[in-house]
């Protein structure tokens, strides 16, 4: 590991080209993964078979020669874990059975278990087993904030009515569900690097529904608080933490805080202005549109090395899209903008 770009990048030191890896990279845009997603009719179900995760790890670094690997896995399993009756099928999102719709739901869940999520501690040891030594394996889990959305809403939503009036009706009880999230996700974590992650990233991925208030009240406060947990605990204090905040409505320069290592932009972010900022300071991973990888060979070729010249003497600068990888996207498209990054 002592030579992986991508942890020298996470650690502030140069490279001679900018490691590269992709939110979503193993995913629906590879052939190779909807071969083994059709034998499955809940996506879950296959989130809860090591071996099917860590193939499906594997298959962006072996076709792409990528800096980092991601855990497979769903950010909806701490949920799972409270008994709230997740299921993802074919052609749509994930819908919550046992969703919170008042606030007694709150009182009557269970205690986190981590033991429930076994089976994602168990892709972690499968992943890294298989993954070629000199590549970092990246655990992960959604923000409280977006746990919370999620569960409230009882699936994903163009506007998230119920989690917006929920909020608004019931924000005590909701800070009582954010504590229990951010605890929760604290355990999950740390199993994670107990189980050979190098790396956490935690993705707030519903930054974008909150006002600038709102935005600290109830998804930074949680966040920095599980951040806060990680660097006092012995086993996690030395883990790089990357944190992806989804359009948020602050300026990044307000969000970021000393106890993440770096961030991750989202597209529409000024890569240039931000890294003017926190050069030395953190490091930064980002930022291309994902839609540019559905134009020419030619636009692909420019906006990359647009961001790879503006960031060539930032010491901590990581390739990665400014949003997951979209299922419409030709992976020979990918090749282009890896091929363009490395040149």
């Not at 490691?19 to 879950?44: C, D, T």
């Not at 009880?173 to 992650?197: M, T, W």
């Not at 692909?300 to 990888?325: A, S, V």
């Not at 992976?331 to 363009?340: F, G, H, S, T």
Request: aromatic share 10%; with cysteine.
């Amino acid at each position: 590991m002592k030579d992986s770009k991508f942890l020298r990048a996470l650690n502030l030191q140069p490279n001679t080209t900018p490691p590269v890896w992709f939110m979503r990279q193993a995913g629906r845009y590879l052939p190779e993964y909807q071969k083994i997603r059709k034998n499955y009719s809940n996506f879950l179900d296959m989130c809860k078979q090591p071996k099917t995760c860590a193939e499906l790890a594997l298959q962006p670094i072996d076709r792409f020669g990528l800096d980092a690997s991601i855990l497979f896995s769903d950010i909806l399993t701490i949920p799972d874990a409270l008994d709230l009756g997740l299921a993802f099928h074919e052609g749509e999102g994930p819908k919550f059975s046992n969703p919170i719709s008042h606030p007694q739901d709150i009182k009557k869940l269970p205690s986190f278990d981590v033991n429930n999520l076994n089976y994602v501690f168990k892709a972690v040891e499968e992943t890294r087993s298989q993954l070629p030594q000199d590549i970092p394996l990246i655990g992960f889990c959604g923000s409280p904030w977006t746990l919370a959305a999620y569960s409230i809403e009882g699936g994903g939503s163009k506007d998230f009515h119920k989690t917006k009036t929920f909020l608004r009706e019931h924000p005590d009880e909701l800070q009582d569900f954010l504590q229990i999230l951010s605890n929760a996700c604290y355990e999950y974590l740390r199993q994670q690097v107990l189980s050979g992650v190098s790396a956490l990233q935690i993705f707030d991925s519903w930054a974008d529904l909150l006002s600038d208030a709102e935005l600290e009240k109830f998804s930074l406060k949680y966040t920095r608080m599980l951040c806060k947990l990680l660097k006092e605990d012995p086993l996690t204090a030395s883990i790089p933490i990357i944190l992806f905040e989804k359009s948020p409505n602050n300026k990044v320069e307000n969000i970021i805080f000393d106890e993440i290592t770096c961030i991750s932009l989202y597209w529409k972010e000024d890569i240039e202005s931000i890294s003017k900022n926190f050069k030395d300071l953190f490091a930064i991973q980002g930022n291309l549109d994902p839609k540019v990888l559905l134009e020419s060979d030619e636009l692909i070729l420019e906006e990359t090395q647009r961001i790879c010249t503006i960031m060539k003497d930032y010491p901590g600068f990581i390739f990665n899209l400014g949003h997951g990888i979209t299922p419409n996207i030709d992976p020979e498209k990918v090749q282009v903008m890896i091929d363009a990054i490395r040149q």
